[in-house]
């Protein structure tokens, strides 16, 4: 949606915002409050997401991206915030502490990792790959399946 001459009108009044700013320590927080107070300011005509990211030094993308959060969700949208950094987890905590115990209990012992990848998917209803898995076991449990060869059975 573009609000290059849209006009977006704030409901929250500049004491609120002032006082949000001043509760908000966290920037990304605290830039969509003076977002918001710099529209308040200029409410006789719209302002462009290219300008108030410049005066915030923020790309207008992300101008765009929190005006329609105030507008999807108000207030309580801006005030919201999660950080979404870097690739989604693909092994949650659960997972990584069934890896382990699996691994280390000495009367279940799994000897390949595609039974470890269908016993995963059985029980947690994820399907991780072969090598994710494999780097997990190597590099943070300092575990490796060692699995007979057939030459040797």
Request: contains cysteine; proline residues 3%; hydrophobic residues 35%.
């Amino acid at each position: 949606m573009s609000f290059q001459n849209k006009l977006i009108i704030v409901t929250e009044s500049e004491s609120e915002l002032q006082d949000y700013l001043e509760q908000y320590h966290n920037k990304p927080v605290a830039l969509r409050i003076k977002m918001l107070l710099l529209m308040k300011k200029n409410l006789p005509k719209a302002i462009s997401g290219k300008t108030l990211g410049n005066i915030l030094n923020v790309h207008e993308r992300t101008i765009n991206i929190w005006r329609n959060t105030y507008l999807r969700d108000g207030i309580n949208g801006v005030l919201r915030y999660t950080k979404h950094c870097g690739r989604p987890i693909v092994l949650t905590h659960d997972i990584a502490k069934f890896i382990e115990d699996t691994l280390k209990n000495p009367e279940n012992r799994i000897y390949e990792y595609e039974k470890l990848r269908r016993i995963i998917n059985e029980k947690f209803g994820r399907n991780i790959k072969y090598s994710t898995l494999h780097a997990f076991c190597t590099t943070k449990l300092n575990f490796k399946i060692k699995t007979m060869r057939k030459s040797h059975t």
